[in-house]
Structures are given as C-alpha cells and as structure tokens.
C-alpha cells in the first residue's frame, strides 16, 4: 500500500540522514584519534552503531590490564568532543535531528529508544 510505501521511504531517509551525522562526527573524530581508540569509545557508550560493551568486555577484546586505560582514552575523546568548535556544531546537528526524530515518532506511538551522544551522562568520566 501507499502508505506503508511512505513511511517505510521516509524511515530509511531519516536512517541515512542519522548516518550521514555520524559519519561526519566520525570524519572529525578521525583527524584526532586512531580507529581503535574510536572502536573503544562507542564501545564504552554503545553509540554510532556499536554495541555497548562493559568495561570487562572492553578490557578482554582489546587487552587492557586495568579499566583505568579504558576511561582515560574515552576522557580524551571527550574531552576533544567539548572542546573542538567543530565538533560541537556537529553534535548539536545530531541532537536537533534526533530530537525531531523523537517528536515525531513520539506523536506516531511513544516507542523511541534510540541513544544519542547528548544523553551520556559525562560527569561518569
């Protein structure tokens, strides 16, 4: 039917939309960080499509000894994160897109549940 057409059209635009954000977010990240810390830090937060993964988890897949190396990595990127004019411009676009996605989705049926960067609680660092 029509109607499922749009939706379903207007589902998978938003998706691209969520990972164009992302792959820039990721483009600025890059010109700092290597890829492993970057696997880490999504890992820690379960963002930008990674799973999130316990400090133990994160210690076992990339041989850390102490978790303390785990958090000062993530620090950094933070850090970077708060700091870079960039960076927080690409952020904020994220924020707005997903918090349009919310409203929107929230109105159709109230199921919204996906993690966004802003909804890290950065005093945890």
Known sequence: DKIGDYERAGKS???EDNARLWANIHRLLKRKF????????YSKWGVNGYEKLTGKEIMAKY?????SNI????Y???Q??????DMKDALL??????????????AEDNTYTTRT?????????
């Open 117 to 125: 960067l802003m909804e890290i609680d950065f005093e945890d660092l």
């Open 13 to 15: 635009m938003e998706d």
């Open 34 to 41: 290597d890829e492993r810390t970057l696997d880490i830090f």
């Open 63 to 67: 041989g850390f000894k102490n978790q």
């Open 80 to 85: 970077y994160m708060l700091t870079n004019p």
């Open 93 to 106: 676009e994220l924020y707005e897109f997903n918090e349009s996605r919310k409203h929107d989705d929230d």
């Open 76 to 78: 950094k990127v933070m």
């Open 71 to 74: 958090n000062a990595l993530t």
